[in-house]
């Protein structure tokens, strides 16, 4: 008993180890992935319209589509043909962010945040989240042995999202 609260009271090691060593195709994911997950949270967040919006959120598409591309050369689960579900998010990512900038450009303002919150929060968090499970490269670069930590992160994204979803269908029964 006390082994194990020794565990939960110590901090995980980090290592990039397992990212330095894995295919040239994970690379370059988790290269566009994570400046994506960073700027994309920044574009949220911050003011919509302005010039460095639009710049931002062009650099933001940019690494969404290089993302997505590159999970086609992933090909940890293979469950068809070496696909996964995993990458039904890619092609929704793909087509999401062509719709955006379609939108954007038709100034359908609505539509264009409604796809860009569904790309961040289902492409990026949601798919994120999974990469953090016992097996997955991720879950060693962040938590090298660390049994329980894991599905604890998994836990709070998952809340996180719950949350940030409850309040966006509460302001919108308040619109309506």
Known sequence: MAERLGKLNRMPTMTFEPLLHAPIAIQI?????????????????RPKGTPIHRLLGKIWLCLMVITALSSFFIHKINMFYGFSPIHLISIYVLFGCWGAIANARRHNIEAHKRIIRGLYFGGIVGAGAFTFLPGRIMNEVAFEGDEIAP???????GIAVLWMLSKEMWARRRLS
């Open 29 to 45: 994911h988790v290269a566009a992935v994570v400046p994506a997950a960073v700027l994309g949270a920044y574009l949220l967040l």
């Open 151 to 157: 599905f604890l992160v998994v836990a709070g994204i």
